[in-house]
Nanobody
Framework: VQLVESGGGVVQAGGSLRLSCAAS????????VGWFRQAPGRERELVAT????????TYADSVKGRYTTSRDNAKNTVYLQMNSLKPEDTAVYYC?????????????????????WGQGIQVTVSS
C-alpha cells in the first residue's frame, strides 16, 4: 500500500494550494481518508476527513470554511483544496487511509484510527 502526497510548496498568506493524495495497492473506495498536519514542536492534528464515496466530510474548526476535501475513486485520489491560507497553516501535511466501517457521521478523528500513511508534504505560508 502506498499513499503519495503532492502539490505542496510555498505560498503567500491569503493564497491557495491544492494537495493531492494518490493511493495504490488497496481498494481505495473501501477506505476513509484523513488529512493531518504537523507543525514543528506540535502534535499531529486532524485537518479533514472524507468518507468512502465522498458524501460525508468533517473539518477541524481552524480550517472550516477555508479547506475542502474531495475524492475521485476512479483515479484513486483524494484532494485538499486550501484557500485563504494563513502563516499558522504552515506544517507538513499527511494523508492517511482508514479501514473504518462505522457510521459515516462518526469518521475516525485520531491518528490511531488510520492504517496507512503518506510520507508527508511541506506547506509553507509566508506572511
Amino acid at each position: 500500500v502506498q499513499l503519495v502526497e503532492s502539490g505542496g510548496g510555498v505560498v503567500q498568506a491569503g493564497g491557495s494550494l491544492r494537495l493531492s493524495c494518490a493511493a495504490s495497492g488497496l481498494t481505495f473506495s473501501n477506505y476513509v481518508v484523513g488529512w493531518f498536519r504537523q507543525a514543528p514542536g506540535r502534535e499531529r492534528e486532524l485537518v479533514a476527513t472524507i468518507s468512502w464515496g465522498g458524501g460525508s466530510t468533517t473539518y477541524a474548526d481552524s480550517v472550516k470554511g477555508r479547506y475542502t476535501t474531495s475524492r475521485d475513486n476512479a483515479k484513486n485520489t483524494v484532494y485538499l483544496q486550501m484557500n485563504s491560507l494563513k502563516p499558522e497553516d504552515t506544517a507538513v501535511y499527511y494523508c492517511a487511509a482508514s479501514s473504518y466501517r462505522g457510521p459515516s457521521n462518526h469518521l475516525p478523528m485520531s491518528r490511531r484510527g488510520y492504517d496507512y500513511w503518506g510520507q508527508g508534504i511541506q506547506v509553507t505560508v509566508s506572511s
